[in-house]
């Protein structure tokens, strides 16, 4: 197998955020818990990535000490190839994990987690640029609302719209779950 999934930051430190929108999760869970299926079938690399920064005390649920930075509450279990903490928005900083995906003879990615325009779109380019091929899932990418500097309402929608805009064709081949595993080799 020369594909692995990536799953990047899908953790319940997310639902400590005064940003969480939960109605967003199922369609998310259930796009993911496809993909999760689908590699494990296909015997297929899965690394989990967890993000954790800031100081390391209870109150923040990035850090370890908060008992959050563990997988989200309603995704499937699954044995991770691979576990790497992160502390910066691109997976394949500070981590070891480029060296490991080479160890392992892995040329293609499937990108998906949380957040969509963040740590998933960071690692996606940066991916790009190391050489890998990658397949960008968004049915399996989470977001949230926010608010432009100007102050104006920008939905989760036109920023995975934005995201995929972007990534397209320069950086990724946008699939959905379905296409992703089938181009898995």
């Known amino acids: 197998m020369q594909t692995a999934l990536l799953l990047i930051d899908v953790q319940q430190s997310f639902r400590h ?11 998310f869970l259930a796009a993911t818990h496809q993909l999760l299926q689908g590699a494990m079938a296909r015997r297929m690399p899965i690394v989990r990535v967890f993000h954790s920064d800031g100081p390391d005390t209870p109150d923040n649920p990035f850090a370890l000490a908060s008992g959050h930075v563990r997988p989200l509450d309603g995704l499937a279990p699954f044995d991770a190839a691979l576990t790497v903490h992160k ?7 500070g981590t070891g994990l480029p060296v490991w995906l080479h160890q392992q003879g892995i040329r293609r990615l499937i990108v998906a987690g949380i957040r969509t325009e963040q740590c998933c779109e960071t690692t996606t380019r940066h991916a790009s640029d190391e050489g890998w091929e990658v397949d960008f899932v968004g049915d399996a990418c989470l977001t949230f609302d926010m608010t432009t500097p100007a102050g104006a309402p920008l939905s989760a929608a036109l920023i995975r719209e934005r995201t995929e805009t972007v990534l397209a064709g320069r950086f990724a081949t946008l699939c959905s779950v379905e296409e992703a595993l089938q181009r898995a080799a």
């Open 17 to 27: 955020r005064p940003y969480w929108q939960e109605a967003q999760t199922q369609p």
């Open 87 to 93: 502390h910066r928005h691109s997976a394949l900083v």
